[in-house]
Every structure is written in structure tokens, then in C-alpha cells.
């Protein structure tokens, strides 16, 4: 079974520069969530989706980040501008509908320089 | 809102040793409860999870943990640990009936000494 796949694996970018990042859900679920992993933090949902549609985005940091899901297979999360402070691992998960635990993509690395 | 609470931040046991790991969580109503497991450069694993019924359930790899509500605790125990459960260790809530989004503890790296 294919798992939650993102994209790319690690990403190296400078200040100011826009960062898009990729996830593809397990397919048929109905739910999927973005989290953001620091050393400071630890792990912290950024924004939720159910069937497409933004249910919860209130830990979104700022402005500049923002998450699209046109269809159900698919999702971004962008960030533009940049900022050294957005250095974090960025995970996607996916789960079904009512009580199914979510499942993990293996993450994107991303460094701000 | 909820709030997740892992007491140990670093743990290091010998090879056998017998592991608990703190989890405390605040929240009023009811709910789900998870432990997942990242092995160094991988991405999170589902060890364990409740959500009703007995309060003792067991996961994966031999961990297994105990809910108790009224100690707001979910405790993660395993009896011999294994060089291979050296990982970084967190557990999460949610509220109970619903797909939220989780809410993580900031985690426990746990270290097995051969």
C-alpha cells in the first residue's frame, strides 16, 4: 500500500524566496493535516481538511503561509516569503473519516537560509 | 483547549530494562488517545492507541499502555526493552468523536544501551 508521500524530501532556500510543499493523501481518505516539527515547539498541527475543504487553520503561524487542497488527492502548503524561523520538518497525515488514527508521510526537511 | 504533557524529555535504559514513559493531558471532555514512535530519520508510526473500553491496550512491538481517566494519564510501558526501541517517543490527544487534528507532547528520546 502506498502511504502518505510528500515532496520534495529536504529543501535548501534562501530568505524571501516562496517554498511549496507537496503532499499526496492515502487514497480514499477523507482527512488531511499538516503539522510542523521543531526542536523548540515539537510538533504542532498547522491546518486541517476534510473532504477538500479547511476545517481548522488556526495554527497557522502568519500570513505567509497558506495550504490548498484542489482535489482529493493532492495538497500544498506554501510559504511566501520565507523566513530563517520557518526552518522546521514539515509533516502531512491523512486519516479516514470519524475515529481512524492518521498516518504519517515521511516529512519535508526544510532549511531557510 | 488541550494540552499534552511528557514529564520525561531524555531517557537512556540498558538493553532489558523495563520502560514507562509519562503522558498526562488536560482536556475536559472525552478522548482519543495515541502513542507514535519516529525512528531516527523516519516519519511517525502508530504504536498504540485508545479510544474506549478497556483502559489497558496493547500495541506494537510489545509496548502497551494504561488510560487512567482519572488521573487524566496514558501512561507507555514496555517490559524488556530492545536496543531497536531507541527512538524519539510522543504521545497526543484529541477530542474523542471527532477527526481533529492532534495534539502532540513535546516528546521523549528514549536511548537503549546495548
Known amino acids: 500500500d502506498a502511504g502518505v508521500i510528500q515532496s520534495p524530501r529536504h529543501e535548501v532556500t534562501e530568505m524571501g524566496q516562496e517554498v511549496t510543499l507537496r503532499c499526496k493523501p492515502i487514497s480514499g481518505h477523507d482527512y488531511l493535516f499538516w503539522y510542523r516539527q521543531t526542536m523548540m515547539r515539537g510538533l504542532e498541527l498547522l491546518i486541517y481538511?476534510?473532504?477538500?475543504?479547511?476545517?481548522?487553520d488556526s495554527g497557522m503561524p502568519e500570513d505567509r503561509f497558506s495550504a490548498k487542497m484542489p482535489n482529493a488527492s493532492f495538497s500544498t502548503l506554501k510559504i511566501q516569503p520565507s523566513e530563517p524561523r520557518d526552518s522546521a520538518v514539515y509533516f502531512c497525515a491523512s486519516s479516514l473519516a470519524g475515529l481512524s488514527p492518521q498516518h504519517f508521510g515521511d516529512g519535508t526537511r526544510l532549511s531557510i537560509l | 483547549a488541550q494540552s499534552v504533557s511528557q514529564h520525561n524529555h531524555h531517557v537512556i535504559l540498558s538493553e532489558a530494562a523495563s520502560l514507562e514513559l509519562g503522558c498526562n493531558y488536560s482536556y475536559g471532555g472525552t478522548v482519543n488517545l495515541f502513542w507514535y514512535v519516529q525512528y531516527p530519520g523516519q516519519h511517525l508510526q502508530l504504536l498504540l492507541k485508545?479510544?474506549?473500553?478497556?483502559?489497558l491496550v496493547k500495541g506494537i512491538k510489545g509496548f502497551e499502555a494504561e488510560f487512567i481517566k482519572s488521573k487524566f494519564s496514558f501512561n507507555l510501558r514496555k517490559p524488556s526493552v530492545q536496543w531497536s526501541d531507541t527512538a524519539e517517543y510522543f504521545c497526543a490527544v484529541r477530542s474523542g468523536g471527532g477527526a481533529d487534528g492532534l495534539t502532540f507532547g513535546k516528546g521523549t528520546h528514549l536511548i537503549i544501551q546495548p
Open positions: 481538511f476534510n473532504n477538500n475543504v479547511p476545517i481548522d
Open positions: 485508545y479510544f474506549s473500553g478497556d483502559p
